[in-house]
């Protein structure tokens, strides 16, 4: 495709059940990113993976945030036992590369009643 | 820590008019990157424009300039010739890299509506 997708476009589940969110970067981007936008905490880095190297998980904002990317191309970001707080937009971004301009797909809003 | 501040909430302008959002932010480093990021109602973050700390020429992309105060850590962005569909949420961002990883660390936003 020609930009970032990611499905679903929007998600309602009550609490404690797990989500999977899908993300598909830009063919041949090498970096791709995760964020939160929230009402109360604005937007929030949550996860960065760089080809194939170790991604780094430091804006994970608990143990039951979760996330992985196969083959270097797609990634899903799961959330177990889901939180009220864990409602917001998701957002995927990736690059060609480290340091370049991040292109984000439309994200995924995610209701938890 | 680097932080990225906005200090107008919201703005607003009338077509074809002149605008400029303010943003600030800090750092240590020497040489960073700094964005605008516009959200339209639909959600998908678009960028604006993109600029090198190294780089002293303010970047200008069309309609959109910035004013790069580096000494200051100020980066404004100006709409020239405002049209209807600027009418956005606008972010300012700073890209932290460190060990490998980097980010976009954001401002709060500014809701900008350009009136007819």
């Known amino acids: 495709g020609a930009g970032v997708s990611q499905s679903p476009s929007n998600k309602v589940t009550e609490k404690g059940k797990d989500v999977e969110l899908r993300c598909d970067p830009i063919s041949g981007h090498t970096a791709l990113y995760w964020y939160r936008q929230s009402l109360g905490q604005g937007l929030e880095f949550l996860i960065y993976f760089q080809g194939n190297s170790a991604p780094d998980k430091s804006g994970l904002p608990s143990d039951r945030f979760s996330a992985e990317r196969t083959g270097g191309s797609v990634s899903t970001l799961t959330i177990q036992r889901t939180q009220q707080e864990d409602s917001a937009v998701y957002l995927c971004?990736?690059?060609?590369?480290?340091?370049?301009?991040?292109?984000f797909g439309p994200g995924t809003r995610l209701t938890v009643l | 820590a680097q932080t990225v501040t906005q200090s107008q909430p919201e703005m607003s302008v009338q077509e074809a008019e002149t605008v400029t959002l303010s943003c600030t932010y800090d750092t240590s480093e020497s040489n960073y990157y700094l964005f605008w990021y516009k959200q339209p109602p639909s959600r998908q973050m678009i960028l604006v424009i993109r600029q090198e700390a190294y780089k002293q020429q303010n970047a200008t992309e069309n309609r959109f300039s910035v004013n790069f105060q580096k000494a200051a850590k100020s980066f404004s962005l100006k709409i020239s010739d405002s049209q209807l569909g600027d009418t956005a949420m606008y972010f300012c961002?700073?890209?932290?890299?460190?060990?490998?990883?980097?980010?976009?660390?954001f401002g709060k936003g500014m809701k900008l509506t350009v009136n007819p």
């Open positions: 961002a700073f890209m932290k890299r460190w060990g490998g990883s980097e980010k976009l660390v």
């Open positions: 971004a990736s690059s060609l590369t480290s340091g370049d301009e991040q292109f």
